[in-house]
């Protein structure tokens, strides 16, 4: 009985521990960009956009198409680095562990 009780103190421990981390990740910011640049996108650590900024030399009437590419681009950078931090904190405190539905 009592190796379940300290099993469940630590799985106490750790969803408190994983708690505290979402709240930070949630505050922690990576950025994306894309056409060498010319447009950047910064997420958060729980795939939140924050903000998108766009060079003036980005928008051509001409061609919205190539601004919806790179728009589009700088996002996916940004949420690929955002889910890649994350499963990394979330990694190194689980020590690897593989938990169903954590991302």
């Given at each position: 009985m009592r190796g379940m009780n300290d099993m469940l103190r630590q799985?106490?421990?750790?969803?408190?521990k994983m708690t505290k981390l979402q709240d930070e990740l949630a505050e922690?910011?990576?950025t994306g960009t894309s056409g060498g640049g010319m447009v950047t996108v910064v997420c958060t650590g729980k795939q939140e956009i924050r903000s998108i900024v766009i060079d003036k030399n980005a928008v051509d009437p001409e061609d919205v198409e190539m601004l919806q590419d790179l728009v589009l681009a700088a996002?996916?950078?940004?949420l690929r680095k955002s889910k890649e931090m994350a499963?990394?904190?979330?990694?190194?405190?689980t020590g690897g562990m593989n938990i169903p539905g954590m991302f």
């Amino acid at each position: 009985m009592r190796g379940m009780n300290d099993m469940l103190r630590q799985a106490q421990m750790l969803q408190k521990k994983m708690t505290k981390l979402q709240d930070e990740l949630a505050e922690r910011e990576v950025t994306g960009t894309s056409g060498g640049g010319m447009v950047t996108v910064v997420c958060t650590g729980k795939q939140e956009i924050r903000s998108i900024v766009i060079d003036k030399n980005a928008v051509d009437p001409e061609d919205v198409e190539m601004l919806q590419d790179l728009v589009l681009a700088a996002t996916n950078d940004a949420l690929r680095k955002s889910k890649e931090m994350a499963e990394n904190e979330m990694g190194a405190l689980t020590g690897g562990m593989n938990i169903p539905g954590m991302f």
